[in-house]
Nanobody
Framework: QVQLVESGGGLVQPGGSLTLSCAAS????????ITWFRQVPGKEREGVLC???????YYGDSVEDRFTLSRDNANHTVYLRMNSLKPDDTAVYYCAGRVRWYGCSSNPAGYRHWGHGTRVTVSS
């Protein structure tokens, strides 16, 4: 059974950093692309970054210089490192996975497997 579990969210001051984790089980991580999405109330879920075994894609200019993604296939975990956080980064962050063959996509409808999300609040 495919499972994704996010952790690491919390309250952080503007300019601070957080690292989110997405723990995967039930499949080989290197066979999947993993994408981080985020969502605020009243808005659509938006893609943040996508990672396959040989590619990382950023969605949105606002995160490319501040967010990084890393994969630890041996420990079945994908990490989202977020630096220089801004209040606009406040959202629930989700990781989603799909078979690598389909490649990266920022369209949430293209993902079958989702975690339950972890909340990030950037506020002073």
């Amino acid at each position: 059974q495919v499972q994704l579990v996010e952790s690491g969210g919390g309250l952080v001051q503007p300019g601070g950093s957080l690292t989110l984790s997405c723990a995967a089980s039930g499949f080989h991580l290197d066979d999947y692309v993993i994408t981080w999405f985020r969502q605020v109330p009243g808005k659509e879920r938006e893609g943040v970054l996508c990672s396959s075994s040989d590619d990382i894609r950023y969605y949105g200019d606002s995160v490319e210089d501040r967010f990084t993604l890393s994969r630890d296939n041996a420990n079945h975990t994908v990490y989202l490192r977020m630096n220089s956080l801004k209040p606009d980064d406040t959202a629930v962050y989700y990781c989603a996975g799909r078979v690598r063959w389909y490649g990266c996509s920022s369209n949430p409808a293209g993902y079958r497997h989702w975690g339950h999300g972890t909340r990030v609040t950037v506020s002073s």
